[in-house]
Nanobody, 123 residues
């Protein structure tokens, strides 16, 4: 079972990036999924989560209105569209999958984790 996060890179403040999380080894179409991030010297923090069918989404206050989480179960892939990026968004972004059908803000609810993709926002 593997989650592969991709799409990170270096962009200027105000720019956009789209992260992808491709799952392999099993289907996650019945699982809640989420994105977390970890900035240098800081702990891992919740970014966004999505329920198994995309019907419910959750966002951290810091990204609400700028980020959009989505998924395509036919492709076993989750996405994070990030707009109006700020230097404080700089972090390694991780995708994760839960055993439950709904997404969660607590990282302990997730049992599968991707390797992370680095997002760097320059001012």
């Amino acid at each position: 079972v593997q989650l592969q996060a991709s799409g990170g890179g270096l962009v200027q403040a105000g720019g956009s990036l789209r992260l992808s999380c491709a799952a392999s080894g099993r289907t996650f179409s019945n699982s809640g999924m989420g994105w977390f991030r970890q900035a240098p010297g800081k702990g891992r923090e919740f970014v966004a989560a999505i329920s198994w069918n995309g019907g419910n989404t959750y966002y951290a206050d810091s990204v609400k209105g700028r980020y959009t989480i989505s998924r395509d179960n036919a492709k076993n892939t989750m996405y994070l569209q990030m707009n109006t990026l700020k230097p404080e968004d700089t972090a390694v972004y991780y995708c994760a999958a839960a055993l439950t059908a709904v997404g969660a803000t607590d990282p302990r609810r997730y049992i599968y984790w991707g390797q992370g993709t680095l997002v760097t926002i320059s001012s």
